[in-house]
């Protein structure tokens, strides 16, 4: 019983981290219809930061902040300087730039911090069951998951980010900056990813750190469906407490073909998601 309650609070807070990861997904998949595989180089870069930032100064919290800021810089770079100049290409073309730009970002990472793990430090005290940093990744994860459907749902904000992502011709006539959203959406998605990767990486960071994360956070996302950030988040603590009982009960080295098998899965019975609309959408 012991075991059985051991596994899934650790599957609760490691799902905490995959529905972070796969909240960046999404919100940018809504405003751009693209599924942004740099996602991890972005929050690996902005960790990287906040490692550097930390060993100068010590303080945690600075790091956190300078991390966040970095993410939302990163995120509206990339639209604008390598996703805009693609709008009029084909729908393959932006998933190979940001395929190419995975790896450009970790080798470069690679380059500069070395390919060495390097200590990164928890939030707070993980000792314990339920560690106050297990406690912190859960609170923040769903403050943030919160925060995105209140501003999607309920500001003009939200209204515009909608508006150029799924009508951006009748958006514009409206007075609406298409171009100025998308490089918003782009940044509020690379800050979230950026938590993620704060969420994720202790205690050691290195280049390839969040690869395995980044798989199952995408299986998060189509399980939730790519339109659906509360079902993305109901999507990431299932796969993390999931993914956490076949490495307790069947062995670790399951895990990541679980999560394929997940995803195949779902993909083949529920190609929009468990949560996620088929068709119609309503701007």
């Given amino acids: 019983m012991n075991g059985f309650l051991a596994l899934t609070v650790n599957g609760v807070a490691t799902g905490a981290v995959y ?4 909240l960046s997904l999404v919100i ?6 693209v599924i942004n595989f740099a996602q991890p180089a972005l929050a690996l870069i902005s960790t990287y930061l906040a490692y550097s930032v930390n060993k100068a100064t010590g303080s945690y919290w600075l790091a956190f902040a300078v991390a966040l800021a970095a993410g939302a810089v990163l995120g509206a770079l990339t639209e604008r300087l390598l996703i805009r100049p693609l709008r009029n290409r084909t729908e393959l073309s932006p998933v190979i730039v940001t395929l190419g730009l995975l790896m450009v970002l970790q080798a470069v990472s690679g380059m500069i911090w070395t390919n060495e793990p390097q200590s990164f430090p928890y939030a707070f005290d993980f000792r314990g069951l339920f560690s ?7 609170v923040a994860v769903l403050v943030t998951a919160a925060g995105i459907l209140v501003l999607f749902r309920f500001t003009s904000l939200g209204l515009r980010l909608r508006a150029a992502a799924f009508k951006p011709e009748v958006a514009r006539m409206l007075g609406v900056r298409v171009g100025l959203m998308l490089t918003v959406g782009w940044a509020l998605a690379a ?4 938590l993620a990767g704060l969420l994720a990486t202790p205690p050691f960071l290195f280049p390839t750190v969040l690869d395995g994360v980044f798989v199952y956070a995408l299986t998060a996302a189509v399980i939730g ?3 659906n950030p509360a079902g993305t988040v109901l999507g990431g603590f299932a796969v993390g407490i999931g993914l956490s009982y076949v490495s307790g009960y069947l062995g670790p080295e399951l895990v990541t073909v679980a999560a394929l098998a997940i995803l195949v899965l779902v993909l083949a019975l529920r ?4 949560f996620g609309q088929a068709v119609a959408r309503r701007v």
């Fill in 28 to 33: 940018i998949y809504r405003a751009t219809r």
């Fill in 132 to 138: 106050a940093s297990n406690l912190f990744t859960v």
């Fill in 19 to 22: 529905a972070a990861l796969g």
């Fill in 271 to 274: 190609p929009n998601g468990l």
């Fill in 225 to 227: 469906g790519l339109d």
């Fill in 191 to 194: 800050t979230v990813g950026a």
